[in-house]
């Protein structure tokens, strides 16, 4: 079992619509929870960060965990053309500094 | 707003060649680090350095790579002896001392080995 997973997509969905993101991973460490975009041979930018469990919201950004279930999840709220990107999940254990395990990411198209 | 830089943006480099990439972490920054991204892959932990020495490594890292900090800003990945596998993204990354596990990346450094 791959120690993070995310389905590759593509995910296409129309301007405006939720943007549904998710992943699951089996460390029971990981305490960190990220998400990045990331466009075509660029860097990964951050987007959001939880720690544990719970929810998080930021603007259209909205980051679920759910430890129990070992389940991540981004929503995208009123999604636009920019927002096409590839979205990776990261996570890492407790312990400052600890690497960050990524999934393979979410290739996301919105459409105007 | 503060950024992790790289450079080059693209290095090109024959086999069995050394190369160094060069980052420049975030001014206030503590941890630092090196992942890669093969193409089409996921990016991929290499090596973590904190108070001037490596805090965790990957099996990628093995002998013909190694990273230094010769000053107070710039932070290298050398590889000694390149091998066809090694072209890939190479990315830098730091994070602050405080606080959540937050890593900032640079734009990246595309290798490629002939």
């Known amino acids: 079992q791959k120690e993070v997973e995310q389905d590759p997509g593509p995910l296409s969905v129309p301007e405006g619509a939720i943007v549904s993101l998710n992943c699951t991973y089996s460390n029971s460490a990981f305490q960190y929870f990220m998400w990045y975009r990331q466009y075509s041979r660029k860097g990964p930018e951050l987007l959001m960060y939880?720690?544990?469990?719970g929810n998080k919201e930021d603007g259209r950004f909205t980051a679920q965990v759910d430890k129990s279930s070992k389940y991540i999840s981004l929503f995208i709220r009123d999604s636009q053309p920019s927002d096409s990107a590839t979205y990776l999940c990261?996570?890492?254990?407790?312990?400052?500094?600890?690497?960050?395990?990524f999934g393979g990411g979410t290739r996301v198209l919105v459409k105007p | 707003e503060p950024e992790v830089t790289q450079t080059p943006s693209h290095q090109v480099t024959q086999m069995g060649q050394e190369v160094i990439l060069r980052c420049v972490p975030i001014s206030n920054h503590l941890y630092f680090y090196w992942y890669r991204q093969i193409l089409g892959q996921k990016v991929e932990f290499l090596v973590s350095?904190?108070?001037?020495?490596?805090?965790?490594k990957s099996e990628i890292f093995d002998d013909q790579f190694s990273v230094e900090r010769p000053d107070g800003s710039n932070f290298t990945l050398k590889i000694r002896s390149t091998k066809l596998e090694d072209s890939a993204m190479y990315f830098c990354?730091?994070?602050?001392?405080?606080?959540?596990?937050?890593?900032?990346f640079g734009p990246g450094t595309r290798l490629t080995v002939l």
């Open positions: 990354a730091s994070k602050g001392l405080a606080g959540l596990n937050t890593q900032y």
């Open positions: 990261a996570m890492s254990a407790e312990a400052a500094g600890n690497k960050l395990t």
């Open positions: 350095f904190y108070n001037n020495e490596i805090s965790e």
């Open positions: 939880t720690y544990s469990s």
